[in-house]
């Protein structure tokens, strides 16, 4: 079974539209990070969350905001889409932030037009 | 200045031979330094990892090395298989931080 789970796999939007992607784990771990890789930035850390709380924002634009309604879940909503924002973005977990292993999931491949 | 550079940006070498993908920082709060690949249209893994501690970490073929003094770190991969053929990245993390800094990547294709 899956123990880091993203939805959806694929995803298509028009730009302007706004779009909420979904993660959850079940590895029991403690912290949850999102990272976007595409074309022109292959790996780039976006948010760091433990228990909960927001540890680290690398992320200029307000447009991307974190939500996490459950230490298992953190999902990312994006507003006000745009073409620059497709990407693959990568939901990944550790047992804490002290530079623990950290676990991506499959990752949901966002395409705005 | 928080970056991690990464060399060759695409790697071949010949099956058995070994691979050597090389990393560079400047921040002096990096602690951490795990290697990952990815393998076309799948998530990146964790490959090994090295804390400054330590100058060489071995793991089976793979191996680490790391210079503080000079703020490098590379992975060698001994014997090249087929299977290694993959997109590798090198990372950095600050002291006390979950965050992972990221290289550009080094695409590696070892020929059978």
């Known amino acids: 079974d899956p123990k880091i789970i993203q939805k959806p796999k694929y995803l298509v939007a028009v730009t302007g539209s706004e779009k909420i992607l979904i993660c959850e784990q079940y590895?029991?771990?403690?912290?949850m990070y999102w990272y976007r890789q595409s074309a022109k930035k292959p790996l780039e850390f976006m948010f760091s969350?433990?228990?909960?709380?927001?540890?680290d924002n690398q992320t200029a634009s307000s447009r991307f905001q974190p939500q996490s309604s459950k230490k298992n879940h953190l999902d990312l909503q994006i507003t006000a889409l745009k073409p620059d924002d497709s990407a693959t973005y990568f939901c990944?977990?550790?047992?804490?932030?002290?530079?623990?292993?950290?676990?991506f999931g499959p990752g949901t491949r966002l395409l705005v037009l | 200045q928080q970056q991690v550079r990464q060399s060759p940006q695409s790697l071949t070498v010949w099956e058995g031979e070994t691979a050597i993908l090389n990393c560079s920082y400047e921040?002096?709060?990096?602690?951490?330094f795990p290697w990952y690949h990815q393998f076309p249209g799948e998530s990146p893994a964790l490959l090994i990892a090295?804390?400054?501690?330590?100058n060489k970490k071995e793991d089976g073929r793979f191996t680490i090395f790391f210079n503080k003094r000079e703020k490098k770190f590379s992975l060698h991969i001994a014997d090249s298989q087929p299977g290694d053929s993959a997109t590798y990245f090198c990372?950095?993390?600050?002291?006390?931080?979950?965050?992972?800094?990221f290289g550009q990547g080094t695409k590696l294709s070892i020929k059978p």
């Open positions: 990944a977990s550790s047992p804490g932030t002290s530079q623990d292993t950290q676990y």
């Open positions: 969350y433990s228990y909960q709380k927001l540890m």
């Open positions: 590895l029991g771990h403690n912290a």
């Open positions: 990372a950095a993390s600050p002291y006390n931080q979950g965050k992972l800094i």
């Open positions: 090295i804390r400054p501690v330590s």
């Open positions: 921040d002096s709060t990096f602690d951490y």
